[in-house]
């Protein structure tokens, strides 16, 4: 499944609706800020859980959402932004031995050509915090690759 993050206004939407289509998915859920990625990220369950979502996001977006899954997944919250409106994290699902899951499994960034040397940097560096796969891509196409095979 897909959740797509972009604020302030889905540039590529018509891109990524042709994709959708081609990998014959549902609509995706979609936040306009990384703020309600978090809260809805925050109500969904952690722990020993099956990740079945790709989260698609631009540049701007993907520092503050890997922050969040960050959060989730350590559960220190000191990182992120005061939110009086974010949940509480969800209780921890079954036996976790070291891996803290949770439903996200790729981050699907949408880089601008000058964005993409220094966000492949971050990636690379482990900056993300996800500790989850992170694919940077110039094009809406390379996430029909990540769509496909899920």
Do not use: N
């Not at 891109?15 to 925050?42: C, K």
């Not at 932004?81 to 949770?102: E, F, H, N, W, Y």
């Not at 560096?125 to 990540?146: K, W, Y």
């Amino acid at each position: 499944s897909l959740l797509w993050c972009e604020s302030p206004a889905l540039r590529s939407h018509q891109e990524l609706t042709a994709v959708i289509r081609d990998v014959g998915l549902p609509t995706p859920l979609q936040f306009t800020s990384p703020v309600h990625f978090t809260r809805w990220l925050f109500k969904q369950p952690r722990g020993e859980v099956t990740a079945t979502y790709v989260l698609a996001v631009t540049w701007r977006d993907a520092k503050p959402c890997a922050m969040a899954l960050s959060g989730v997944r350590s559960g220190s919250l000191e990182a992120l932004r005061a939110d009086t409106k974010r949940p509480c994290l969800q209780t921890i699902t079954g036996k976790v031995q070291s891996d803290m899951g949770t439903v996200v499994k790729t981050i699907f960034v949408l880089v601008k050509p000058e964005e993409d040397l220094r966000a492949r940097r971050w990636a690379a560096s482990g900056a993300s915090g996800a500790g989850i796969s992170v694919v940077i891509s110039q094009d809406v196409a390379g996430l029909r690759t990540i769509l496909s095979s899920s």
